[in-house]
């Protein structure tokens, strides 16, 4: 191989790796895993022992009152149409026009967001988002960026979390990469969630 096809190659590989960071892709999509399966792995990371863990902050989404909420200002959960992604998306004007594009867009956002936590999604895919989605803080009365408490699947104990899903998964027979591990921690976790929305 020429050093210049090898260099086109390159630039072409790059390219496709920037343009796939931010696009809903078949990263999310686990056809392999059975949809109860997801959503009970989706519970172990959702009530995974932690300071930082999604029930402490959000409460226990499967009650109607949310015990154990901690944090009084973080986002119900079970009713995304108050979220930030939701309203700095366009909200239900957005939505009306094109459900399927934005219900793409707002997952894609919201996956993003547990897989990275609040601090790098606002430090690395928010430039992203505007450009690609037309995310807009300014639809967002109120907000300028995610709240750092917002810390995704990158809490103290996540590789405790991931070697329990992992030995689950082995359990049921199913194999899955080491290395998509975090992105199927989050994808479980959003769909035990919407699996709760109101």
Known sequence: MTFKVYKIKKIL???????NSFSFSNDYIFNNIPNALM??????????????SCAKCHGDITKKNLEGK???QSADLQNPYTWVAFKALGGENKKSKNPESFNQQFDNVIIELIINGAYDWNREFYKKATKDFDFNWNRVEGKEQYDSQMKGIKISIVKNILKKM????????????RKELESLAAVSVYKFVKNHFK
């Open 70 to 72: 901690e944090i009084e």
């Open 13 to 19: 590989w790059l390219f496709l790796l920037l343009f």
């Open 166 to 177: 992992d030995r689950i998964l082995r359990k049921e027979g199913v194999k899955v990469n």
């Open 39 to 52: 959503i009970d792995l989706g519970k172990e990371v959702y009530f995974s022992k932690s300071t930082d």
